[in-house]
């Protein structure tokens, strides 16, 4: 089975910019849960879509919003980006209801100059 | 609130020594758990999860992991390290009703020395 497969890997976006970040879910999987990574902050949960459905949402501004499609691929989105956006975001897919075995694809880094 | 601690920042070992990592969770329940292991430029690899049953779990890699409910720890460990093991390792959490959500540890970056 293909792993969690994100793109773009790399990214470097100016501030004010927006950005869409996607993820393609190991097969079978119908949870896709995303994190944003930073020296500062360490990992962080963004959300958590299910069968096209956000069912867990963390502490972060209105500006990062995400879907999931049918096919459960996710995107997630940052509109109106700060420098303080940079970071590695990481995407996971796991298969139905809680606590099951979470993978994690390579992440894409962004860079907000 | 739920947390991890990970009391270790930083941890230096020589190749073959023994390595042990500690994580300590606050929840009143019995959580997921799980490590993972990060290298430089990576994303997060699974090394190994309890979810019930026996407390020692064995991972990828030879590592193996101990659920204390007593101390609310699930500390990681290696007999030997290799100098392939250098990277960050994180505890993570996933708590009952939180559907997929982890909630991590600080990590703790392991430097192995030749």
């Known amino acids: 089975k293909a792993g969690v497969t994100q793109t773009p890997r790399y990214l470097i976006k100016t501030r004010g910019q927006q950005v869409t970040l996607s993820c393609s879910p190991i097969s079978g999987h119908r949870s896709v849960s995303w994190y944003q990574q930073t020296p500062g902050q360490g990992l962080q949960f963004l959300f958590e879509y299910f069968s096209e459905t956000q069912r867990n949402k963390g502490n972060f501004p209105g500006r990062f919003s995400g879907r999931q499609f049918s096919n459960s691929r996710s995107e997630m989105n940052v509109s109106t980006l700060e420098l303080g956006d940079s970071a590695l975001y990481l995407c996971a897919s796991s298969d139905s209801g809680s606590g099951n075995t979470i993978y994690f694809g390579e992440g894409s880094w962004l860079t907000v100059v | 609130a739920q947390s991890v601690t990970q009391p270790d920042i930083h941890i230096t070992v020589s190749e073959g020594a023994s390595l042990e990592l500690r994580c300590n969770y606050s929840y009143g329940a019995t959580p997921y758990l799980f490590w993972y292991v990060q290298s430089p430029g990576q994303g997060l690899q699974l090394l190994l999860k309890?979810?019930?049953?026996?407390?020692l779990v064995q991972g990828i890699k030879g590592f193996e992991a101990e659920f204390k409910r007593s101390q609310s720890s699930f500390n990681l460990r290696k007999p030997s390290v290799h100098w392939s093991d250098a990277a960050e390792y994180f505890c993570a959490v996933v708590i009952s009703g939180g559907y997929n959500k982890l909630i991590f540890g600080a990590g703790t970056r392991l430097a192995v020395h030749p």
């Open positions: 309890y979810f019930s049953g026996d407390t």
